[in-house]
């Protein structure tokens, strides 16, 4: 059994690797750290786990984490980096769902998340988790940095045009929108009920913190600079993330469905739904990303919709995706639910 | 592996009976029937299912429905007693999951369902599936009714006061909400989210079926007569069935936390969370009863919370767990999934 | 045309009043005060009113409020109470539309909302401002009371049978539901979309303010005393509340539908469904409180259902129509907004 | 005052329209047909109207349409035209809510709506009622075509980008999204609560009627060919579409604001907010567009984000606009109402 701990177990990214890893045949649960709710049980903060999970939050200093196989962060953006270079140190890996360790430049880093970074030398190390790039790295990272929501969508939905150039780089289009439960458990008035339920919006138009995240992705496996507009939106549902993708093709004779076919051969986790609509409840509650490419006439326009659980694919499946690969476990383990449908 | 087939796979019920059976490590799904669908894949009706369900629904009469170990009806009200004489007749045992077998009394069924019985013989065999009032009978059990939603959370919550004699019988209130998809998968103008997101209102308020199916459950098992105002209302969310019960103690000094934890001592699905307001997400997905009991002041009145979901406990996870004490099974094999939260 | 102010603009109640002020014809808006919001233009926090309300936030302290001829306050509990004297004593009359002035027993009122009361001689003189049981001391009144929301719908649905002594006044039973904009505009985690979309639950099952208020009413009327169980609960939905509520009949002969008609004879905010169900988008943004009355067998229990929208009957609605009769204004003056459906 | 009929009054569109006209200042309602609903009062069908529309549904061969001064269909496509000519003739103007109308190109009309034009003549008199670009023609029109709603929200984002050639008009793209009162009130199981709720997906992403449509309005301002792609998107709410525009800059330097600001002043029904993010429940009920324009760094991509209520300025609100412009009215009479927030 790999002994693993969860450093901020509050939040809804946390709450959903506890309802995984709680079922997950491979894993035992050693500690839940919070600060705020050390000593009590976690099931009374998240009821759905009453009797699934007999374990209460602990103090983040007493956790004995370092004894742990693996540690997985679920905190707010600025923390993993402050405890993973000890934990490293003491031969524990790590896997953090916040974003200290997604951009490779310290400098972009440092613009987009408004603070220094504690440890910019591991952002070369850290391996950028996800599966369908980086597999065989990710068996031997001791240091894993799982992809934000929107860059899982927009990323596995425009791979096969940017690696194939199929598409003209210059000018792609990301119009995402997600479920409230993307932006946390945090109690702003902007996420209440009462002001996003019944209603859409854009929202972050002048730049989002996933832009740059996405770019680095794109022009890693294009080699070449690309240009991307992403425009997030807020949908009033909790979970889910569409994206709808727009490229201008180079040749308009490509057979767009052999190359997402080639590209996604053996995937597991990536299922291709040619002619369809996915929506974003056939994957509610599943690791999976369901993609659909199609053309509008023959203007040379290719059109991606993209959909992915922002909370599993998008967030703690994924990482527990990450986890089977880094201990050798099958890769599904844990992982093979069907999306809750209605 | 237990050969079950399914017929009437394309309403929420049968396809939530699917996304369980699918990942039961001991069942083997011979056939879905449909007599409109005959010949589609299941997956392309419901996407969710793509990758785990490799089925085509076939015509009822083509179906080799005799050569299994088990069928289940998950069909509209009159539809299961057509076939079920014939089905036992070859030793199939069956399921029913509507409301066919639920009454024992022919003429209060037919006053309800608005047509004559097809078999008012098999009524007096047919074993009421709830395993937590009926455990042994559906061990043995050739013919199993599946309870209704609102039945199930309503018998639960009222049936240890009322066992135990500990409210007047004479006046038991039942204000039950529903999600919509307790309504089934009808096309039908007042059930479009236009009409139904986003409002409340109480319905069938002259009279519910539902109600002779709780009234039978409590009689049975109190012994005498009781008299049950049950309004059932709609509620803008998908899944979930919250009933709040009333009664008036016979005995204000009653231990009734005690009651309710004696009775369902070693009961797998159903938790007790005294003092709490269980929610109905709590147990979205999960084949769970959760149960809250409370007073108010010291005026006598005890107030019953309990949540399932609709479609699981409600339906087709608990028509899986009482085919896990039909073949012998462990009750919970398929149904250990957490709910989801958020 | 009536000078009036608003103390405490930035809360659902605040806005719901702007928004009818806004287009009422006989009122000028003088002021609207925010300590934390002094300065900002209200239509950039409530972007609705954008061109339709060119008003800034003012400093409580500076904005003249004694010199308008009347203040709304649509505060928090416990604020109205510290300004109310002093304006009341510059000759300007004040509706509350928060709890201040609801109850007429000051120990009852400390019990239930945790403070001391600042001004208990004035709980006598206030006005409770439910037009349908005390129009004509609302024209005279220089403090109103405005009525909670649940006691509005609640008070509304029982009075009939109370006044009539139709019913066992010792077991009054209601089960009452609120959209989330009932809760208020405040940031808790507790109230995000995420927490209480596509889920239901009972809360305050120990005890809920507005109980004491409700009971107070009826006893009034009833001019004995009345023994309520009063449940809430929380809809997945924005505005709207719908109560059920179920009374044991005195006599069974009685004719309960003409009871309700008679009553409410020639109110213009009150509608009777004669065997409906009214449903809570039936009034979304209009001053109506609908009700049907109902009989389910003959086992004497009455049952009744009322709809309001929480924010206009139940609040910010109610508020206008005591200021209209207040000032010898048409009642229905700036209230005759047709509800949004769908 | 001006004695309307309206054909077609049991979708949501003739229901907006009812809303809006009976509280009209200048309207008189002749009559309201519905063949399936002839003799039932309107208010049974749609209880918000209760107490403010006592009419019922009338036969279409039996309504004095050509007595009235001007009718307004609210039918499926291919209605209108049946019975537009011989209105005409009896010198009955007409507004035709529904598609009819809205192309020039019959042979266009006819591959989109799939039925053959009943009075292809009349499609070059018909004006195409968007008022903020044919006022004047309004005016004296015998012949509306009122506008589709993604049309609306799509026109008068894009318009003054390429009314004054800023922007490359062979590659537009249009990411719009619809809550689901934009399907009609069918009863259809795709549009079921249980179908679209919490969920989200493109679709018609092949190809959408309204295109053409946008496309020929495009067309015609900027008089050149555009080329535009239009993915259509389900929002899981009843009401407001928002369309997140995309265009790319001829000229960097282009002072875009200011561009808006110029072509927008005067317009009562156009709310330019710089730098916001329009949301949808901010014209909720309200006859408005709400445009915001911005860039995402100096890449020379423009992001316009354009916010209307389907059923107001997105049907039968623009559908007054236009009846008051014909008939010399205050542009804005009955359409003053503020948007529903929250």
């Known amino acids: 059994m790999i002994e693993v701990g969860i450093v901020g177990g509050t939040g809804y990214t946390g709450a959903e690797l506890l309802r995984i890893l709680a079922r997950h045949p491979g894993v035992k649960i050693q500690a839940i750290t919070s600060r705020s709710e050390a000593g009590q049980p976690v099931a009374e903060m998240f009821p759905h786990l009453r009797g699934s999970l007999d374990l209460c939050f602990s103090e983040p200093d007493k956790a004995e984490l370092g004894d742990c196989d693996l540690v997985f962060f679920a905190t707010p953006n600025g923390t993993a980096m402050q405890s993973t270079p000890a934990l490293l140190a003491s031969g524990v890996r790590v896997i953090d769902l916040a974003a200290d360790f997604r951009l490779k430049d310290p400098a972009v880093w440092e613009r987009w998340y408004g603070m220094p970074h504690q440890c910019p030398a591991l952002l070369e190390e850290a391996v950028y988790g996800l599966p369908e790039l980086n597999r065989e790295a990710i068996r031997d990272a001791r240091l894993i940095a799982n992809p934000g929501c929107y860059p899982t969508a927009v990323t596995l939905g425009f791979l096969p045009l940017v690696e194939a150039g199929a598409v003209d780089p210059s000018w792609l289009i990301a119009d995402a929108k997600s479920g409230v439960s993307g932006a946390g458990r945090k109690a702003t008035t902007g996420l209440l009920m009462a002001e996003v339920g019944e209603s859409f919006k854009a929202y972050s138009v002048a730049g989002h913190r996933h832009a740059p995240e996405i770019t680095q992705n794109l022009k890693h496996f294009a080699g070449v600079d690309v240009g991307l507009t992403f425009v997030p939106h807020l949908v009033p549902m909790i979970r889910g993330i569409e994206a709808t993708l727009y490229g201008r093709l180079v040749d308009a004779s490509l057979d767009i469905q052999g190359l997402y076919r080639d590209r996604y051969a053996g995937e597991v986790f ?25 053309q509008q006439g023959q203007d040379g326009v290719v059109v991606v919709q993209s959909v992915i659980d922002n909370l599993v694919k998008g967030a703690a499946g994924q990482a527990v995706q990450n986890m089977n690969l880094m201990f050798a476990l099958p890769e599904s383990a844990g992982l093979e639910s069907i999306a809750l449908l209605p």
């Open 270 to 294: 990536v299922d291709l739904m040619p002619g369809g609509h996915p929506d974003t409840r056939s994957v509610r509650g599943a690791n999976l990303c369901r993609i659909a490419v199609s």
